[in-house]
C-alpha cells in the first residue's frame, strides 16, 4: 500500500528544507495574519447562499486556505482575490456534490461542506478525512449530529456518502459527547438552514466558532449563544452573502510570543487580541513572564530571566488550548524544575518530545494522567502526559516536521538552540502558518528556504 504522505510517520527529505542558525534575539513588529481555523470555515459556510460572501483579513499564502479554495472549486464556487487579503466567493449553483478524494483527504474541513450539499442539491460525498498525526481523529459526532438532523449516511470505499429524503434537514436537540470544535461548526452552519430550531448541547465555544457565528449572523442566520455549552440555532429559509473581517489568528501570536522569549527577544504582534489570548497571558504570569497590552497590539519581551517551571493541563476553551501545548513545551524546556504538562485533547501530541530530547531537552511521557482535569484516556494507554525538566540549553538537530504545531515547536527550538538546525517536513507548517519563514526573517532570526537537489542530498 502507498503510504499517505501526510500521515506519514517519516516525510521524505529529498523536499524542500529550512536551515535555522540558531540564537538570534528576535526584534521589532510584525502584522499577525488572520485566523486559518476561522477563516477556512466562513469560506465553506459561504456554499449555504449563491450570493456573493468576501472574507477579509483571509491569510493567502497557507496551505490549508488553498485546499479549501481547491475543494469549493471543485464543487462549483466561483473564488476570487480582489485583494491580497480578501478572498471572494460565489456558489450561484452546485456543481458537484462529490469531494474530491485527493483533495478531501488533505485536510479535515471537507466535512463542512456536507451541510450546505444537503441543503443545496440533497446530496454529499466525502472521503473519510486526513488530517495530522495526533491521535484518532473520527468524525463520529458530525455524523451522528447530521443524522439525528435527518441525513442518511453509508460508508464506502473510504467514502461517506449522504443524502436527504424530500424533506431535507431537520432542527432538533443534539448533546455531543466532547465539545468537539468542527462537530460544532459542522452542525451549527448545517442547522442555519434546517427547517426548526437546533440545539446543540455541550458545544466548543472557542473563539473561531463565535467568528463563524458572527458571519453566518450576517448572512441572516438567527444563532444564540446561551449558557452552559449551549447554542440554539433557528434555522431560516434562505441566507444571502455577508462581508466579515476575519479574527487575528490567536495559534501564531503565541508561537511568535514563544519564539520571542526563547531567544531573549522583544517583539509586539499587532493585531494580538488579548481576549482571545487571557488563559495564555495568565500562564505568562505564572511562569514569571512578562508583556505589555496595547491598543492594537500585544508586546512580548523580558525573557532574559528563565521562566518558572508549571504544571499545565490543555483544554477546550476557555482553558488552554492543545495547539499552545506544543510552544509551551519548548519554552518549560528552558525553565527552571519540573513542569508537567496533561494534554486532554488529543489522545497522542507529544511524539514531537522524543525529537526535543535530540536537542537535549530533558522531557518523558507518561500514560497516566497528570493532573486534575476529568480526561477521557485516564486508563488508556496513551502518553498523554509529559514532564520536563529545565533549563536545558538546546542544540541543533536535523528534523522532520510530523504535524502542524509540532512543526511549530521544532521551529522554536532551533531558533534558540546552539548552531545549525535543518528542518525538513515543511509543508506542514506552510499549511497552517501564513509565510511564517518571512516573518521570522523580518524579526531577525537567521532562517533560510533551501531547494533541495539531488546533489545535495
Ligand atoms: N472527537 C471525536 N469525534 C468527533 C470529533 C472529535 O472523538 O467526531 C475528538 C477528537 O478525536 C479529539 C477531541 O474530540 O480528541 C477534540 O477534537 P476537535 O473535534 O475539537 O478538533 P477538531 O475540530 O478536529 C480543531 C482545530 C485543531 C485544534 C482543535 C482543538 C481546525 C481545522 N482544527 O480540530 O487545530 O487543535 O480544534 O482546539 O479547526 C491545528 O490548527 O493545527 C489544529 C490541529
Not at 469560506?43 to 485546499?67: R, W
Not at 449522504?162 to 462537530?183: C, K, N, W
Not at 455549552?229 to 462581508?243: F, N, Q, S, T, Y
Not at 529545565?390 to 515547536?409: E, Q, V
Request: hydrophobic share 40%; with cysteine.
Amino acid at each position: 500500500m502507498m503510504a499517505d504522505p501526510l500521515l506519514s510517520a517519516e516525510p521524505a527529505r529529498g523536499s524542500t528544507h529550512y536551515v535555522i542558525e540558531g540564537g538570534q534575539p528576535l526584534r521589532g513588529d510584525v502584522h499577525l495574519s488572520g485566523a486559518k481555523n476561522a477563516v477556512t470555515k466562513q469560506l465553506v459556510a459561504s456554499m449555504l447562499t449563491d450570493d456573493v460572501c468576501t472574507v477579509y483579513n483571509a491569510p493567502g499564502a497557507l496551505g490549508d486556505v488553498i485546499i479549501t479554495e481547491q475543494v469549493m472549486r471543485a464543487l462549483g464556487t466561483d473564488i476570487s482575490w480582489p485583494a491580497a487579503h480578501a478572498i471572494r466567493a460565489q456558489t450561484r449553483a452546485i456543481s458537484n456534490s462529490v469531494v474530491p478524494m485527493e483533495l478531501g483527504r488533505k485536510n479535515r474541513l471537507a466535512v463542512l461542506a456536507v451541510g450546505p450539499l444537503l441543503h443545496r442539491v440533497g446530496h454529499a460525498v466525502i472521503p473519510v478525512p486526513g488530517g495530522d498525526r495526533i491521535g484518532p481523529r473520527p468524525i463520529d459526532f458530525h455524523l451522528a449530529g447530521l443524522e439525528q438532523m435527518g441525513a442518511h449516511i453509508e460508508l464506502k470505499d473510504g467514502l461517506y456518502d449522504f443524502h436527504t429524503d424530500g424533506q431535507g434537514l431537520r432542527g432538533t436537540t443534539i448533546e455531543l459527547p466532547y465539545p468537539s470544535v468542527m462537530a460544532t461548526e459542522t452542525l451549527l452552519i448545517a442547522a442555519t438552514l434546517a427547517r426548526g430550531i437546533t440545539v446543540i448541547q455541550n458545544a466548543a465555544i472557542e473563539p473561531e466558532i463565535m467568528d463563524l457565528i458572527k458571519f453566518l449572523q450576517k448572512m441572516g442566520a438567527i444563532v444564540e449563544q446561551r449558557v452552559d455549552r449551549k447554542i440554539v440555532i433557528e434555522g431560516v429559509p434562505r441566507l444571502h452573502g455577508a462581508e466579515h473581517r476575519a479574527m487575528y489568528d490567536r495559534n501564531e501570536a503565541v508561537s511568535l510570543a514563544v519564539a520571542a522569549y526563547l531567544t531573549h527577544g522583544d517583539i509586539r504582534l499587532h493585531g494580538a487580541d488579548q481576549g482571545t489570548l487571557l488563559t495564555f497571558l495568565n500562564t505568562l504570569y505564572r511562569v514569571g513572564l512578562d508583556f505589555g497590552v496595547e491598543d492594537d497590539s500585544i508586546r512580548f519581551f523580558g525573557g532574559d530571566q528563565p521562566p518558572r517551571s508549571i504544571a499545565l493541563e490543555t483544554d477546550v476553551h476557555p482553558g488552554f488550548m492543545t495547539d499552545w501545548q506544543q510552544p509551551f513545551t519548548v519554552l518549560l524546556t528552558q525553565a527552571h524544575g519540573m513542569s508537567v504538562i496533561h494534554e486532554t485533547v488529543f489522545a497522542d501530541r507529544f511524539g514531537y518530545t522524543l525529537e526535543l530530547n535530540k536537542m537535549c531537552a530533558d522531557t518523558g511521557l507518561y500514560p497516566k494522567c497528570l493532573g486534575e482535569l476529568e480526561c477521557r484516556f485516564r486508563e488508556r494507554d496513551f502518553l498523554h502526559s509529559c514532564v520536563v525538566r529545565g533549563p536545558t540549553p538546546l542544540s541543533a538537530a536535523d528534523l522532520t516536521m510530523p504535524d502542524i504545531r509540532a512543526g511549530a515547536s521544532y521551529l522554536l527550538a532551533a531558533l534558540c538552540a546552539t548552531g545549525t538546525s535543518r528542518i525538513w517536513g515543511i509543508e506542514h507548517i506552510e499549511r497552517g502558518y501564513d509565510d511564517l519563514f518571512s516573518k521570522l526573517r523580518s524579526l531577525g532570526a537567521k532562517i533560510e528556504r533551501v531547494e533541495d537537489t539531488p546533489a545535495a542530498l
